[in-house]
């Protein structure tokens, strides 16, 4: 299978903050931009894959700037490492100033999918070339997340976890 970048998979949704999706201080639902994160992510993991694909989990959300009432809202979703059937997703949250248009970092995520046939069985996907700076920071940093993730799941030996002990070397 040949690799792909994370260029070849990227998505990028833009939308509107409207009434209804907001709490009583007239910011975004943090479950809204959870699911519009899922939707943005899993067209990513689908370029990527080219497979159907389901959400794994949700490894980390960090909700640092609130998104205000009719503010422009992108998410920007890549896929920073593929791994057997299983890809994981780095979304950056960006909030459009309203008269400038200046873009500000509001929020980011990550998420995991795994690509699976009619059948719902994991199928083997392309490995991932990244290419930029940033890119390959975070494919690397995503071996180290997936290993603690099964070090405290009890599905690997922290012994066995040789980037976690690279760490702490």
């Not at 910011?27 to 994160?37: I, K, P, Q, T, V």
């Amino acid at each position: 299978m040949q690799a792909k970048t994370p260029s070849e998979s990227c998505s990028i949704m833009t939308d509107l903050v409207l009434p209804s999706e907001t709490n009583p201080l007239n910011n975004l639902f943090g479950g809204e931009l959870l699911a519009r994160m899922d939707r943005c992510a899993s067209i990513a993991a689908r370029r990527h894959s080219r497979r159907i694909v389901v959400t794994a989990s949700v490894n980390h959300v960090a909700f640092n700037r609130s998104i205000p009432l009719g503010s422009v809202v992108t998410v920007e979703a890549n896929v920073s490492r593929a791994f057997k059937s299983s890809m994981e997703i780095f979304l950056d949250v960006w909030v459009e100033d309203r008269e400038s248009g200046d873009r500000t970092k509001a929020n980011e995520a990550i998420y995991t999918f795994v690509a699976v046939d009619d059948t719902g069985r994991p199928v083997k996907i392309p490995p991932l070339q990244p290419e930029s700076e940033l890119e390959k920071q975070r494919y690397d940093a995503a071996l180290r997340r997936k290993q603690l993730s099964l070090v405290l799941a009890g599905k690997m030996k922290p012994s066995d976890a040789t980037e976690l002990k690279a760490l702490f070397e």
